[in-house]
C-alpha cells in the first residue's frame, strides 16, 4: 500500500510579486513555483530549469513529441514549458483546487485543449490507475504541501508506481528536498525501484533542490553523444544543458 503523510487541510494559494517576478505561496513564506511575468514561457528557477534534465537522456529527434505529465502543479512552470514550448501533449495532476484556479488567474495557465488536460485530483490515486501503465514519456514528479519538509508521496511503491507509468525509454524528474535528512532515504527508494544503472542526480541548488532523474530502460549514450544533445538543448529551448552535464553523476542511493 502507497504511504501518505496525513493532510487535515489543503491551504490555500496566495501570490507575492518582486523585481518582475510572480511567486506561489500555499500560506507560508515558503515559495512554491515561480514566473516572470513577462516571459511566462521561461523557466525561472533553477531547480525548475534542473528537472527538465531527462532531455539529456532522449534522443534530439525524439524531443519533438510526447507525453508529459506533472504530479504537482506548483506555478505551472513546466506544464507551460511542455505545452507550449515543446508542444507535448501534457497532463498535470494536481490535488489542491486553489493552485489550479491561481495557475488560471495569474499564471497563464490556458484552458485546457487538444494537448493540455489539468487534474483535480489525487496524484496518490491517479499513477495507480492501469489506464495509464506506460502512457508517459516525461513525468516530473514535485509534490510538497505547505510545509515544504518533505515530499507528500515518498515511498517504495509510489516510485515503483512512478515507473510503471513509463513507456519504455521513459525518464522521471523528481525534486527532493527537504528541512529533515531525508534525501538518502529518498534517493535509495528511487534506485530500488528503477534500478542502479538507472539513476542520476545533478548537483543541489543553492537552495538545497536535489533532482533525481530515473529511466525505464534508458540506454545512455557515450559523452560526446550527450554533449551534442545538450547544444541542440540549449540552441532549440534556451536551457543550460551543457551545465547540466557538468553537475550530474550516478545517484549511488542503495536500499536501507
Not at 498535470?92 to 495557475?103: L, T
Not at 499564471?107 to 490507475?129: I, K
Amino acid at each position: 500500500m502507497m504511504a501518505k503523510k496525513a493532510q487535515t487541510h489543503l491551504a490555500g494559494a496566495t501570490i507575492s510579486e518582486f523585481d518582475g517576478v510572480r511567486y506561489l505561496h500555499l500560506g507560508t513564506d515558503w515559495v512554491q513555483g515561480a514566473m516572470r511575468i513577462r516571459s511566462p514561457r521561461k523557466l525561472e528557477l533553477e531547480y525548475i530549469q534542473r528537472m527538465m534534465a531527462w532531455m539529456l537522456w532522449r534522443p534530439s529527434d525524439a524531443l519533438g513529441q510526447g507525453h508529459a505529465v506533472q504530479l504537482g502543479l506548483g506555478a505551472g512552470a513546466i506544464t507551460r514549458f511542455t505545452h507550449q514550448v515543446l508542444r507535448w501533449r501534457t497532463t498535470a495532476v494536481e490535488i489542491n483546487p486553489s493552485v489550479i484556479d491561481a495557475n488560471r488567474l495569474w499564471f497563464q495557465l490556458p484552458a485546457d485543449d487538444a494537448l493540455l488536460q489539468v487534474l483535480h485530483t489525487d496524484a496518490a490515486h491517479w499513477v495507480l490507475d492501469d489506464a495509464h501503465l506506460q502512457t508517459v514519456d516525461a513525468l516530473s514528479v514535485d509534490l510538497y504541501d505547505h510545509d515544504a519538509a518533505a515530499p507528500v508521496l515518498d515511498d517504495d511503491a509510489f516510485y515503483r508506481a512512478c515507473r510503471g507509468l513509463l513507456a519504455p525509454g521513459g525518464l522521471m524528474a523528481v525534486n527532493l528536498f527537504g528541512r529533515d535528512s531525508s534525501f538518502e532515504r529518498s534517493a535509495a527508494r528511487v534506485v530500488a525501484a528503477f534500478g542502479a544503472d538507472q539513476v542520476w542526480q545533478l548537483a543541489p541548488t543553492a537552495e538545497g533542490n536535489t533532482v533525481l532523474v530515473a529511466g525505464r530502460d534508458v540506454v545512455v549514450p557515450d559523452r560526446e553523444t550527450l554533449a551534442a544533445r545538450a547544444e541542440v538543448i540549449e540552441v532549440r529551448y534556451g536551457l543550460k544543458a551543457r551545465k547540466w552535464l557538468r553537475l550530474v553523476r550516478p545517484c549511488k542511493g542503495t536500499v536501507e
